[in-house]
């Protein structure tokens, strides 16, 4: 059964003669009808909650002053003058119009620690998104996919996370009027002009794209083959740079070899980084000088897991430039004449870490 409706005369409400001159009372769930029969919209008081309908489909229209329009759409349009030759969103359900240069929502809140803001809900989550400002901390919230991910509070922009800024067109520009100041323990890590370790490294590189420090962790089983009671070198490939003009200025390893076979673990073979890997039967890595032209021969402590530690100037020239057709590699090589094996076991793991400070040229 549907609620009661009260057919009202066609009262002129400005005229003097038919105002209004004192309070009306409507009964709950008796309806204020306008229109055809009705048929446009509605006010009425359920008893609890207001209720203002639109029944004809169009917007509504609350005009703050005279000569107000038809609402854009099917929204509720808040309208204090003439924007000019613009339409609203199709889509939007409230629209602000204004002929001022300012149009604003103002929250305003009793104490000094009340929230205002928006939150965007989705399914199970009231806050799914939100953009907050707290009173009492002087903060600014702003929360994505149900938790806060930016808080601005007077000159600080803290995100609330590891965060990628990038762009899908375009440079990135960060235009300063002073220094850009990065805190302590922080590092510009960079993915443009880097290079491509191989299987068992890890690196991460710090730079601008030209100037360049890569740290490379080291741990690859079976990554090297030694010789039984000959002289023998071999070596494995850590990292590529990228094709172009390349310039090292130094570099740093703390590096280990552990031997398969215990026969072979207390030989302290000559270690080193080149831009060839380390073959044939050689005792050391001075022969061709390319086996260790990145960071001279050492002696490694054993061959059992002990690392051998060097800082060091780049042997075949400071700096170290590497032409366009050059070998654009970095490999950790190592030589011996080695022990008498009997457990037929010639392979060595490595693991440590190599830091090289380069540069891309073009």
């Known amino acids: 059964m549907g609620l009661p409706r009260v057919a009202l005369p ?8 038919n105002n209004w001159t004192g309070n009306q009372t409507f009964n709950d769930n008796v309806k ?10 509605e006010v009425y008081s359920d008893g609890t909650d207001m209720f203002f309908n639109q029944l004809s489909g169009g917007g509504i229209m609350v005009g703050l002053q005279g000569s107000f329009p038809s609402p854009d759409g099917n929204s509720v349009h808040i309208w204090k003058g003439d924007a000019g030759a613009l339409l609203g969103d199709s889509d939007a359900l409230l629209i602000l119009e204004s002929d001022q240069n300012t149009n604003l929502i103002h929250f305003l809140g009793p104490t000094t620690s009340s929230l205002a803001g928006l939150h965007f809900g989705a399914p199970g989550a009231v806050a ?3 953009i907050v400002y707290s009173r009492g901390n002087g903060r600014l919230i702003i929360g994505v996919a149900g938790s806060d991910q930016l808080r ?8 609330q996370k590891a965060y990628t800024i990038g762009t899908t067109a375009g440079a990135l520009t960060l235009n300063p009027t002073t220094d850009v100041v990065m805190g302590s323990g922080v590092g510009l890590q960079n ?3 880097t290079g491509t370790p191989n299987t068992g490294v890890t690196a991460v590189e710090y730079g601008d794209g030209y100037q360049h420090v890569s740290i490379l962790t080291v741990s690859q089983v079976d990554a090297l083959t030694l010789g039984d009671n000959v002289a023998l070198g071999d070596g494995y490939l850590l990292y590529t740079f990228p094709a172009g003009v390349i310039v090292i200025d130094y570099a740093y390893m703390t ?9 072979l673990q207390a030989d302290t073979p000559k270690v080193g980084l080149g831009s060839v890997i380390a073959t044939g039967a050689v005792a050391d890595l001075t022969t061709p000088a390319t086996f260790m032209d990145i960071i001279t021969e050492q002696d490694a402590n054993d061959s059992n897991g002990t690392a051998e530690v060097k800082t060091a100037l780049p042997t075949a020239g400071v700096p170290f430039i590497v032409e366009t057709g050059g070998a654009h590699v970095v490999h950790f090589n190592v030589a011996n004449t080695w022990s008498d094996d009997e457990q037929a076991d010639l392979t060595a793991d490595i693991a440590g870490t190599v830091v090289i400070a380069w540069r891309f040229l073009a």
């Open 255 to 263: 590096m280990s070899l552990t031997a398969g076979s215990s026969d």
């Open 10 to 17: 066609n009262w002129l409400i400005s005229s003097a003669q």
């Open 32 to 41: 204020l009808l306008f229109g055809t029969l009705g048929a446009d919209g």
């Open 191 to 193: 993915a443009f002009n």
């Open 128 to 130: 799914h998104g939100k």
């Open 152 to 159: 601005i509070t007077d000159g600080d922009l803290a995100f």
